[in-house]
């Protein structure tokens, strides 16, 4: 998060100032990539990079705090990754000799790959084993850094449904690192 | 029965809200049957890795694409110009466009081909030949008036022009209510019979007569000399000769047969 300089660097790349625009691109593009690993696997740099252009297009015309900025860029990516979903679902390619990992079967598998690599990855490949809303609610809560409302409103549902997903993701996460002695 | 071990998470008693409160916040202190789940948590959120910032190149260009290129100044004074010459365009066809319209009005008052409001105002502003008169019936050409009707006119255009010294009998009415002196031609004038001794009785006191009336649309009424009474030249000889009417001391000479054309001077009465 950039917390106080925000708004400077913000108003800076509506000006056009590219290291503001590159600063606030290392700031959020990481958390990107990682949320769009888990909700779509193996497309997240194109997805990431589609989202970038359309946030690109809207720049000048954005009007917010840093929680709305992220907010609008993770609903953007969203959108990005339900319009693939969609395509692949009418067009589907799978060669059986290019699974990605996060497609593979989640269970206790995850939690394996998880304790030989203790790196992000990892967690998120365990982040991966959980319900879609779940994931999706922590990661939206920890590692894009909105708060219960945002992420309400993200995903369209009720704040207390967010609240009620992001705790039962964490138990199921306590419960998976427990069974599988996970300790990163 | 069967001894099934548990995990101390699987019923969830031993996760509170707070703690997941705590985790969501990323806070490490937490119980210690959470503390995978805070690693895990803290491992997604860990510092970016070379992979993740490769991209950097490629949104600059986008970046730089959309914002920093400037409008090339021959665009803006093309657009500007082109603004000016659509400008002058609609300007040109309204110009164009007026013209037509009060061209065709001012020839078609001209040629009193107006309706007579309107050919009135064109009258009024521009010269244009007076409307005729709409109060008085007119005869068709070639019959003779009935008597006692009002036949100062005729048909004859020369002679429809009212001897008013006003040139607007309505104002004239209006101007003065109740005089009534006008030799109103009610038809006395033995219109059709050659004699053409109109306005022999004061028929237009009747109408005019109204003191203080002053309405509107008395037409003819006042002082004006309405119509000479010399009927229709054009009428069949058993009506006499028009000519012989003028010759008589009619105010004007007869018009020509074909003096529906002919304007007739402007006649004011002092």
């Known amino acids: ?184 | 029965m069967p001894n099934i071990p548990q995990s101390p998470l699987q019923d969830g008693s031993a996760v509170t809200d707070t703690d997941l409160v705590a985790l969501l916040a990323g806070k490490r202190d937490v119980a210690p049957g959470l503390q995978p789940v805070a690693d895990v948590l803290a491992a997604l959120s860990a510092e970016p890795s070379l992979g993740e910032l490769a991209g950097e190149a490629r949104a600059l260009a986008e970046f730089r694409r959309r914002t920093v290129v400037p409008v090339p100044r021959r665009h803006a004074r093309r657009s500007t110009a082109g603004r000016t010459s659509r400008l002058s365009a609609k300007a040109a066809a309204g110009a164009a466009a007026a013209t037509l319209v009060l061209g065709g009005a001012a020839t078609a008052a001209f040629a009193n081909m107006l309706p007579a409001p309107i050919q009135r105002l064109a009258h009024d502003v521009i010269g244009a030949p007076d409307a005729p008169s709409t109060t008085q019936p007119v005869p068709a050409r070639g019959k003779p008036t009935v008597p006692g009707q009002a036949a100062s006119h005729g048909t004859h255009k020369s002679n429809a022009k009212p001897h008013n010294a006003s040139r607007h009998p309505y104002r004239h009415g209006r101007g003065q209510p109740g005089t009534g002196q006008g030799q109103q031609g009610q038809g006395q004038g033995q219109q059709g019979t050659g004699q053409g001794q109109q306005g022999q009785g004061q028929s237009g006191a009747g109408h005019a007569g109204q003191p203080g009336a002053g309405q509107p649309g008395q037409r003819g009424a006042g002082q004006g000399r309405q119509g000479n009474g010399l009927g229709n030249p054009h009428a069949p000889g058993q009506y006499g000769d028009p000519h012989f009417l003028w010759q008589l001391g009619a105010p004007h000479p007869p018009a020509t047969p074909t003096a529906r054309h002919a304007r007739p001077a402007r006649h004011t009465q002092p």
């Open chain 1, 1 to 184: 998060m950039i917390n106080e300089e925000f708004a400077s660097l913000l108003a800076a790349a509506q000006r056009g100032s590219e290291p503001a625009f590159s600063r606030l691109w290392r700031d959020v593009n990481p958390a990107l990539l990682r949320y769009l690993r888990v909700i779509a696997p193996g497309a997240e740099e194109d997805l990431a990079a589609e989202t970038w252009v359309q946030v690109v297009r809207g720049l000048r015309s954005f009007r917010g705090d840093e929680q709305a900025w992220r907010a609008w860029l993770f609903t953007t990516a969203r959108r990005r990754a339900i319009d693939l979903a969609r395509h692949r679902s009418r067009r589907p390619e799978a060669p059986l000799d290019d699974v990605a990992v996060a497609q593979l079967p989640r269970t206790e598998d995850s939690a394996e790959v998880a304790l030989e690599h203790l790196s992000t990855a990892a967690a998120i490949t365990l982040v991966s084993g959980l319900p879609r809303l779940q994931a999706e609610v922590i990661l939206l809560r920890v590692v894009a850094g909105l708060d219960t409302e945002s992420v309400a409103r993200l995903l369209t549902k009720s704040p207390g449904a967010v609240r009620v997903a992001a705790h039962r993701g964490l138990r199921r996460l306590a419960q998976l690192t427990a069974d599988t002695g996970v300790t990163l």
